[in-house]
């Protein structure tokens, strides 16, 4: 079962910006957390931001500027996103939507967007 769907990757151009979203389904009970991690090439997976239920935010190294994270529930759904502004090629990586789960005491994640800069 799919509980976390996410959309929005792609190729843009450098300097351009992006905006990912990620659907968690009604399966994940009581979510406290969602955000985003980043993993790239031959380098370990690695925060980029997340967001509480209450509202706070905790973003990686170097991420605060250019990223900003935000929540929202629609239908139901717990929907996080991720705006990009003024990508590198070093943003490119895959972006894996993240919630963590007060029920489970866990993290669920889901299966990934590749996100590719480049002219």
């Known amino acids: 079962q799919v509980q976390l769907v996410e959309s929005g990757g792609g190729l843009v151009q450098p300097g351009g910006s992006l905006r990912l979203s990620c659907a968690g389904s009604?399966?994940?009970?009581?979510?406290?957390?969602m955000g985003w991690y980043r993993q790239a090439p031959g380098k370990e997976r690695e925060l980029v931001a997340t967001m509480t239920t209450g509202g706070n935010t905790n973003y990686g190294d170097s991420m605060k500027g250019r990223f900003t994270v935000s929540r929202e529930k629609v239908n139901a759904k717990n929907m996080v996103y991720l705006q990009i502004h003024n990508l590198e090629p070093e943003d490119t990586a895959v972006y894996y939507c993240n919630a963590y789960s007060f029920s489970y005491d866990r993290d669920f994640w889901g299966q990934g967007t590749q996100v590719t800069v480049s002219s």
């Open positions: 009604g399966s994940i009970p009581n979510i406290h957390r």
